[in-house]
């Protein structure tokens, strides 16, 4: 029997973190439609801090990234987080008539996030990396994927869901799960351990930022 894709392989060999995220309380409210007002507003204003560290992350792969067609990927990666996600966040701060909180008053979660994440990209070598924002990405995709299938009264929170489970953002992860497959023929054991761990760590940190939103209100 052949062994399954590597990408498989290691959200099989991390299922306690994938699990653990998968079934988040934030997830839950979500897909129940029971999401609290004040919990999304602060979600989106830690996720909205975020997307500057996203672009960094992406710039480390794009310095690491083997040849050519990966940078291409990467470079269009970049733009999206600059030209799609933060105009996202700032069009609804306005329609919603909120001011996000500073980076200052976040809870340590969120900066253990934000720190561990870009601390993976300083150190990690590419495949590294890409197995992070797989994990990342795949677990939005995953449970947003549900999550639009079902009734989601606040607009723009409905907005932001269907923004993870539709086409170009699935694409995004089809090629991250492909990148992940081929670089693992390609590295020492050593190196997939590696992979396993960073997707692994991933997750663990994305519960922590999913629960910040709701330990900030006490």
Request: aromatic share 12%; net charge negative.
């Given at each position: 029997?052949?062994?399954?894709?590597?990408?498989?392989?290691?959200?099989?060999?991390?299922?306690?973190?994938?699990?653990?995220?998968?079934?988040?309380?934030?997830?839950?409210?979500?897909?129940?439609?029971?999401?609290?007002?004040?919990?999304?507003?602060?979600?989106?204003?830690?996720?909205?801090?975020?997307v500057d560290t996203a672009v960094l992350i992406f710039g480390h792969a794009l310095l690491r990234a083997p040849g050519f067609a990966e940078r291409r990927v990467l470079v269009n990666v970049q733009?999206?987080?600059?030209?799609?996600?933060?105009?996202?966040?700032?069009?609804?701060?306005?329609?919603?008539?909120?001011?996000?909180?500073?980076?200052?008053?976040?809870?340590?979660?969120?900066?253990?996030?934000?720190?561990?994440?870009?601390?993976?990209?300083?150190?990690?070598?590419?495949?590294?990396?890409?197995?992070?924002?797989?994990?990342?990405?795949?677990?939005?995709?995953?449970?947003?994927g549900r999550a639009a299938a079902g009734r989601i009264s606040d607009a723009h929170l409905r907005q932001w869901v269907r923004l993870h489970a539709e086409e170009p953002f699935l694409r995004g992860?089809?090629?991250?799960?492909?990148?992940?497959?081929?670089?693992?023929?390609?590295?020492?054991?050593?190196?997939?351990?590696?992979?396993?761990?960073?997707?692994?760590?991933?997750?663990?940190?994305?519960?922590?930022?999913?629960?910040?939103?709701?330990?900030?209100?006490?």
């Open positions: 029997m052949a062994e399954p894709a590597f990408h498989l392989a290691m959200r099989e060999a991390a299922t306690g973190a994938w699990e653990a995220m998968q079934g988040h309380r934030f997830v839950r409210d979500v897909e129940a439609d029971r999401l609290p007002a004040e919990v999304f507003v602060r979600y989106l204003a830690y996720e909205a801090d975020f733009r999206g987080l600059v030209e799609e996600q933060l105009p996202y966040f700032q069009a609804t701060f306005r329609q919603m008539q909120i001011t996000p909180p500073a980076r200052e008053s976040f809870p340590a979660a969120v900066a253990s996030f934000r720190d561990g994440m870009l601390g993976m990209a300083q150190s990690g070598s590419y495949e590294e990396i890409i197995a992070a924002m797989l994990a990342a990405e795949w677990m939005y995709a995953t449970w947003c992860v089809a090629w991250l799960q492909g990148q992940v497959d081929a670089r693992a023929l390609l590295v020492a054991p050593a190196m997939r351990e590696a992979m396993v761990g960073c997707f692994r760590r991933t997750l663990m940190l994305e519960v922590g930022f999913h629960s910040a939103p709701y330990e900030a209100g006490g």
